[in-house]
C-alpha cells in the first residue's frame, strides 16, 4: 500500500510538473520575442522622397525621436543624384560643384550635423554611397566625363530606374576608381564616422560592360578576343565581378589606412540578383574579409518568401563570421506597408538569430504611411522596448 501510495504521489507531482511546463511554454508564445543583448536597429535616411535632411531643425528633432523609440544607427545618403550632400573638395575639382544644389543643403554640412548629433544621440553614424556608380543621365558628372560612361554591347548608355534615366559611370576605368575612392576617403578623413556603407550600385549592371575602354581590357587580357556576346555568359560575369571585387579590396585598404576602426558595411540585394544583375560579388566579399557588417535588403511581403531570402546557405555562412542583419522594407511614397508586416519580419529575424534590422526608408517608419504616426511609433516601441548597443566586429577598437 505504501509503495502504491509513493507512485500515486509520484504521478501526481509529475502531473503538476507538466501542468507549470505547459503553462509557461504558452505564456511564452505569446509574449515578443525579445532582442539579443547587441542587435543592429537602423534606417535609412535618403534625400528621395524625403525632406529630413534639408533642414537643421528637421533633421535634429529626427535623431532624437529615433533615440527616443531605441534605434542604435543611422545610414544617411552622401553621395545621390550624381552629387554630394556634403561640401566636398574632390567634387568640385571633378563635377564644378561642391554640393548638391538643393536650396536646403546650402550654408550647411549636412553630414556634420548628423555626425555631431547622431553621436549625442546615442547613434552610430554610418553614410551611405547611395549612387555608387550610377548617375543621372543629364547630371553634370555625366556631361563633363562622357568617356567615362559604360555601355550595352549595341552601345546605349540608358539605365531606366523608374521614371528616370540613369547612366554608369565605367568601374573600371582608373579615373573613375579615383574618383569614387577620393570621395570615400574624404568622408572617412573628414568626419567622425563609424562606418561607409555601399550596395549594389557599387557594381554594374551587367548588361553593361561593352564600351571601348572594358573591351579594350578584356582584349588585353583574352589574347585579342572579344568579350561574349551574352552579357549573363558565365565567364564574363566573372571576369568583371572580379575586376570589382579587385577595386573594393583596394578601396577597403584605403579606408582602413585613415581610420582602421571605420567598419566597412554592404546593403545588398541577395547573392544571385547581386551577383547577375549588378556583378556585385558579396558572398566572395565577404569570404576575403572585405565586409565587417552586411545588412541584407530583402524586400518582400509575402512572409514564407521573407524567410526563405534568410536561410540561403550564404547567408548562413556569412552569419558565422560577420554581424549580419536583415533590411526590412517599412513603406515606399505610394506603397505604405503595415505595422504588423514590419513587426512579423522583425520576430522572424530575431528567430533565427540575426545581428539586426534596419529599414527603407526614414519618411516611411511613420510620416508616409496609410497609418496614424501615433500607431506606427508606438509600434517600434514595441519592437524596441529597451536600449541596446549595435554589434561591430571592431568593438574593441572603437573611440
Known amino acids: 500500500m505504501l509503495k502504491l501510495h509513493r507512485l500515486k504521489s509520484g504521478f501526481a507531482l509529475l502531473l503538476a510538473l507538466s501542468l507549470v511546463a505547459v503553462l509557461m511554454l504558452q505564456s511564452a508564445s505569446t509574449q515578443p520575442l525579445k532582442p539579443a543583448k547587441t542587435e543592429l536597429r537602423g534606417v535609412w535616411m535618403t534625400n528621395i522622397d524625403s525632406n529630413v535632411l534639408f533642414e537643421r531643425s528637421r533633421l535634429t528633432a529626427a535623431l532624437q525621436n529615433l533615440k527616443a523609440l531605441n534605434f542604435n544607427t543611422v545610414y544617411p545618403t552622401v553621395w545621390n543624384w550624381g552629387y554630394t550632400l556634403y561640401p566636398s573638395p574632390v567634387a568640385q575639382n571633378v563635377i564644378g560643384r561642391n554640393l548638391d544644389p538643393e536650396p536646403g543643403l546650402q550654408g550647411r554640412d549636412m553630414l556634420k550635423e548628423i555626425v555631431t ?13 547611395e549612387f555608387g556608380f550610377m548617375a543621372p543621365a543629364d547630371s553634370s558628372l555625366a556631361k563633363r566625363h562622357p568617356n567615362w560612361l559604360t555601355s550595352r554591347r549595341d552601345g546605349s548608355k540608358i539605365w531606366a530606374e523608374g521614371k528616370h534615366d540613369r547612366v554608369w559611370l565605367n568601374p573600371f576605368r582608373p579615373e573613375v576608381q579615383n574618383f569614387i575612392q577620393n570621395l570615400i576617403v574624404e568622408i572617412v578623413s573628414k568626419y567622425d564616422v563609424d562606418g561607409i556603407q555601399f550596395d549594389d550600385h557599387f557594381g554594374l549592371p551587367s548588361e553593361l560592360g561593352y564600351d571601348s575602354y572594358t573591351v579594350g581590357l578584356y582584349k588585353k587580357e583574352h589574347f585579342g578576343k572579344n568579350p561574349p556576346a551574352n552579357p549573363q555568359d558565365p565567364q564574363w560575369l566573372r571576369w568583371r565581378a ?32 547581386s551577383y547577375n544583375l549588378f556583378l556585385a560579388d558579396w558572398q566572395k566579399w565577404e569570404r576575403r574579409g572585405l565586409i565587417e557588417e552586411l545588412v541584407l535588403q530583402v524586400y518582400r511581403n509575402d512572409l514564407n518568401v521573407f524567410i526563405k531570402e534568410l536561410e540561403y546557405p550564404e547567408v548562413q555562412a556569412a552569419k558565422k563570421h ?29 528567430e533565427r538569430n540575426f545581428a539586426g534590422v534596419s529599414f527603407f526608408f526614414y519618411e516611411t517608419l511613420w510620416n508616409l504611411s496609410s497609418e496614424k504616426s501615433s500607431d506606427r511609433q508606438n509600434a517600434f516601441k514595441n519592437i524596441f522596448p529597451d536600449r541596446v548597443k549595435r554589434p561591430n566586429l571592431l568593438v574593441g577598437q572603437r573611440r
Not at 268 to 273: A, D, H, M, Y
Not at 322 to 331: A, E, R
Open 117 to 129: 548629433q547622431g553621436h549625442q544621440q546615442g547613434l552610430d553614424v554610418i553614410p551611405w554611397f
Open 242 to 273: 572580379d575586376k570589382i571585387t579587385a577595386y573594393l579590396q583596394r578601396v577597403f585598404r584605403a579606408v582602413k589606412a585613415r581610420k582602421p576602426n571605420v567598419v566597412l558595411s554592404m546593403a545588398p540585394n541577395p547573392q544571385r540578383v
Open 322 to 350: 560577420i554581424p549580419v542583419s536583415i533590411g526590412i522594407l517599412s513603406g515606399l511614397k505610394n506603397r505604405s506597408v503595415p505595422a504588423t508586416q514590419i513587426q512579423s519580419q522583425v520576430a522572424a529575424s530575431r
